[in-house]
């Protein structure tokens, strides 16, 4: 019975008819001796998954960790001098082009149509979440004083249901601080939970024209400028839409600009709508 590895799963998720498109294109296997444009991609993958150091490892890995490679699409594991000689000659664009174009392929088929939300602009979803590990293997991954642990900050395309930016650090980052370095697209509308209000990083994203959709904290301090006109025939869940301003001298010098605040009854949720939690600023 073959033993299907962990690895080989992540293999037979990849597009093999798209990357042999791709190697006849660029023609990358001409004059190959054995050592070919998959057998090669394969290779690499297992030298990020293992955290290969080196040729050697990854030869040696290959040719001792997953037994018959038959299930890989490989005849036999690559010596190292292989590995080494095509690393240096075969055209590198073949992979780079299969990443972005295997990349679009599966946005396009996880892609559908916006039904009820319609904003025009691209919509991203960001979250975290920790992932426990075990300190005595991952001493590195300190949390807490006997476990360990690392945090995904995530930002996700609402179209594709794909990740398009993740940063992982320790178990202790808090949400805002983690979601600090993610790159944002001018333009684009962030929707995220009350972890990420946190007005100085709102702030910066203002002015690089990033809009954003926060729910807000139960205590936050503001005064209304202006309250806007409820929908009469559609979205009979909106309680309120209002211009509003901060009032909290700290809160203020830290995000100086007005907010929109809308207040939505949600009755699956009642009870944190009532207690406010319900509510969201968006930026204008």
Not at 194 to 223: A, Q, T
Request: proline letters at 2%; charged letters at 25%; hydrophobic letters at 35%.
């Amino acid at each position: 019975m073959t033993n299907y590895t962990l690895f080989s799963q992540i293999i037979g998720l990849v597009d093999r008819k798209y990357f042999k498109e791709l190697v006849s294109e660029k023609d990358t296997d001409k004059y190959c001796k054995g050592f070919d444009s998959w057998s090669h991609l394969v290779s690499m993958l297992f030298c990020h998954f293992a955290r290969s150091l080196s040729v050697r490892d990854i030869s040696n890995g290959l040719r001792s960790a997953t037994g018959n490679l038959n299930h890989l699409g490989m005849k036999s594991a690559p010596s190292k001098s292989s590995v080494s000689y095509q690393n240096q000659r075969r055209d590198f664009s073949l992979f780079q082009d299969f990443y972005f174009g295997f990349a679009k392929r599966l946005g396009q088929q996880l892609n559908s149509k916006r039904t009820k939300l319609k904003i025009k602009a691209p919509v991203y979803l960001l979250d975290s979440t920790t992932i426990s590990l075990c300190l005595s293997l991952f001493d590195w991954a300190k949390f807490r004083t006997s476990k360990g642990a690392i945090k995904l900050h995530t930002l996700l395309d609402y179209d594709s249901k794909l990740p398009v930016y993740v940063n992982i650090t320790d178990g202790k980052v808090a949400d805002n601080k983690g979601a600090s370095s993610i790159p944002l697209q001018q333009g684009a509308v962030i929707v995220a939970d009350r972890y990420y209000n946190d007005f100085p990083m709102l702030n910066i994203w203002d002015s690089r024209g990033v809009y954003f959709v926060i729910r807000h904290k139960e205590n936050l301090k503001f005064k209304v400028l202006k309250e806007r006109d409820l929908p009469e025939h559609h979205a009979q869940h909106i309680l309120k839409d209002e211009e509003i301003e901060l009032t909290n001298s700290t809160s203020k010098e830290k995000y100086p600009n007005s907010l929109r605040r809308v207040a939505v009854w949600d009755d699956v949720n009642l009870q944190k709508s009532i207690s406010g939690s319900g509510d969201v600023h968006i930026r204008n």
